[in-house]
């Protein structure tokens, strides 16, 4: 891709401008009238280390009306910007690609008001996820989503790419939790939808086109959202099991026997954990290997009830010989250890230096089957190994098995365009000819933008088009990206 020659290039009179605007020193880092390279690197490199912008001015607006301000100024003068949030995005979505301007929502960062009755929070944008999760706990309350970036991504940044993660489950996607937002158009306006209401059928529900839309329309700065009771009893048991079918079987015998306190089922193979094992140095949870492992988790009021849901159907999936073995936490340390070789897999497999990530919604009989494929088409190019000379450390697949959502993982010593020939179309063809999605919860951002195709038809693109010229007819917010 090439620079849009459309928008301005930065100049130190616009920099004047944004420091009188947001008047604090730590809101600007300018790199236009001074050398701020070390300061400014962090803003232009994305978590994976795979992308990387040449932003020279990174601005951290305090409040709705500054971002109103900033992005009023940027579109009368043609400036490009890219929102950013808690930078944990997986498509390159959420940095520049040239020199755009980063808008960074840290400071946008208070909780606004949360109704104990009915568990509605409103909060800023730039709250980070454990942050408000951890405000939500004291409260006997829980966050409608997590996931293993809580710890930096920003409730903004959440539903800017409608992340699904390991509550969707039980808790639904942030299209049915979120039940209002503010957010800021390019030029300047300031949408305030921050309805409370549960139920508001006046017209079209404008507030889901910012539910993943990935910055491109618009800066949500605030967020209200249903959160619903902390279950007092969390339970965790951890399966190893010897094929694809069985984990099959054992999915369905946990939707029957756990049926409404069940809240996680996710699943991992032996090759995921293998790499954690490597990074981490930690002990195995089971004796023995397996080709598949999955976690499970329930959520209830009754520890004890559910517990002995939980033991017996153990019992009778073993006894029926889905599962080869199983252990069930303890107490709150083990039930974090054993999330701790699902949650950990995105971060180990970065380990090694890269990790082509695929992120895809596949009906659950053949979920597992583009991962062998894949493996195979690897290894038959000669890519895989356990030497330097070999790109690919090893290709693993893992994933939120409970949404029909697959994580193939390859993992890599370095960026190689053999490999990458390899992967792709293969994977988007694959996905296209079963119906599925190229992104079932990361987006598209810049990584997936030529891909779009096999996931939506050229009339739901041309839609999508018209949309964002509809609210951003100069086309600032975040270029070059997905649409
Ligand atoms: P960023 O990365 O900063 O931004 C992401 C996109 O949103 C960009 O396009 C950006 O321009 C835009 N954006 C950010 N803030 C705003 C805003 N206020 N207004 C408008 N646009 C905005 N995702 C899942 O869905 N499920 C998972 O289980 C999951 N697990 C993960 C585990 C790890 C270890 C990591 C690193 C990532 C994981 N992700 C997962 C990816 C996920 O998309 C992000 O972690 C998170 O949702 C992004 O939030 P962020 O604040 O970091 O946003």
Known sequence: IKRDSKF???????????????????????????DATDDIEPFN?????????????????????????????????MLAVVPQGGNTGLVGGSVPVFDEIVI???????????????????????AILEVVDGYL???GNIFPLDLGAKGSCQIG?????NAGGLRLL??????????GIEAVLPDGTIVDDLSKLRKNNTGYDLKQLFIGAEGTIGIITGVSILCPQRSKAINVAFLGLESYEKVQ????????????????????????????????????????AHPFYCLIETSGSNSEHDNEKLQSFLEDVMEKEIVSDGVVAENETQV???????EGIPESLGHWGGVYKYDLSIPISELYSLVEETREKITKAGLIGDTDEHPVVDVVGYGHMGDSNLHLNVATRRYDKNVEKELEPFVYEWISKRSGSISAEHGLGLAKKAYIGHSRSDTMIALMKQIKKLYDPNGIMNPYKYI
């Not at 026997?257 to 140095?281: H, R």
Request: hydrophobic share 35%; net charge positive; charged share 25%.
């Open 8 to 34: 301005a290039e930065i100049t130190e009179d616009h920099v004047k401008f944004f420091k009188e605007l947001l008047g604090k020193e730590a809101a600007v880092i300018d790199g236009v009238t001074k």
């Open 170 to 179: 039980r808790y639904g996607s942030l299209h049915g939790s979120v039940l």
């Open 249 to 288: 079987e054992a999915f369905k015998a946990a939707k029957g026997q756990l049926s409404e306190i069940l809240s996680a089922f996710e699943l991992m193979d032996n090759q995921s954990q293998n790499l954690v094992q490597q990074v981490t140095k930690n002990k195995r949870p089971l004796e023995s």
């Open 104 to 126: 960074n929502m840290s400071r946008i960062n208070q909780i606004r008001s949360f109704d104990e009755v009915s568990g509605t929070l409103v909060v800023d944008a730039g």
């Open 157 to 161: 940044g959440n539903v800017a790419t």
């Open 137 to 139: 706990a004291e409260r």
């Open 336 to 342: 974090r250890n054993l999330w701790g070789w699902r």
């Open 45 to 77: 490199g994305d978590w994976m280390r795979k992308y990387r912008g040449h932003t020279k001015l990174v601005l951290k607006p305090g409040s709705t009306e500054e971002v109103s301000n900033i992005l009023k100024y940027c579109n009368d003068n």
